[in-house]
């Protein structure tokens, strides 16, 4: 199993631009996320999914679409990137919400 | 809302000498906790976790964390730190089904 894979690793965006964070897992689970991490805050969960086609909102959603065709994968959208969204992204997924979360290695973003 | 929170930003400890990190959350109910560690650069890898029953856990890498619901914590524990267990500790919560809160997080310095 390779678990929770995510591309790219590093990725440099200009004010304005999108882009697509992929996310992917084989281990048959229902629930993935995205999450942020920045210094001194943690990590914040920006979209949910419980499931194929259902997505929901986390605690920091703005800039961000989600969508979940596939139980694999979980791309997570850029619309139009601004410098406050430099961050380290991470995905994860599990067999049900709550339940123990497996994270990929992560993407670290950066805005100019 | 539910939060978590981790008191300590950072933490330094000689090699060999014990370890305690704390962990409060605010939730109605008694909700999934966990331990997270990161060392720097990777993903997040689970240390324990506590869903019921015996209120204190066993983990990988010799950790433990003793769950106390009058006190709404969730401390971790080691007898004897190495200097490998130098990482960013989080402590988790998973709430209301499907919602995961992550505190801010933990740096351990250990020191030779």
């Known amino acids: 199993n390779a678990g929770v894979t995510q591309t790219p690793k590093f990725q440099v965006l200009k004010t304005g631009q999108s882009m697509t964070l992929q996310c992917a897992q084989d281990m048959n689970h229902e629930y993935m996320s995205w999450y942020r991490q920045d210094p001194g805050m943690g990590l914040r969960l920006i979209h949910y999914?419980?499931?194929?086609?259902?997505?929901d909102q986390g605690e920091v959603p703005n800039g961000y679409n989600v969508s979940r065709s596939t139980t694999e994968d979980f791309p997570l959208r850029l619309l139009s990137a601004a410098p406050s969204q430099t961050s380290v992204y991470f995905c994860?997924?599990?067999?049900?919400?709550?339940?123990?979360?497996?994270f990929g290695p992560g993407t670290r973003l950066t805005v100019l | 809302a539910q939060s978590v929170t981790q008191p300590d930003i950072h933490i330094t400890v000689s090699e060999g000498a014990s370890l305690e990190l704390r962990c409060n959350y605010s939730y109605g109910a008694t909700p999934y906790l966990f331990w997270y560690v990161q060392s720097p650069g990777q993903g997040l890898q689970l240390l324990l976790k506590y869903f019921s029953g015996d209120t204190l856990v066993q983990g990988i890498k010799g950790f433990e964390a003793e769950f106390k619901r009058s006190q709404s914590s969730f401390n971790l524990r080691k007898p004897s730190v190495h200097w490998s267990d130098a990482a960013e500790y989080f402590c988790?919560?998973?709430?209301?089904?499907?919602?995961?809160?992550f505190g801010t997080g933990t740096s351990l310095t250990v020191i030779p």
């Open positions: 988790a919560v998973g709430a209301d089904g499907n919602q995961f809160y």
């Open positions: 994860a997924s599990s067999r049900q919400g709550a339940d123990t979360q497996y």
């Open positions: 999914s419980v499931g194929a086609g259902i997505t």
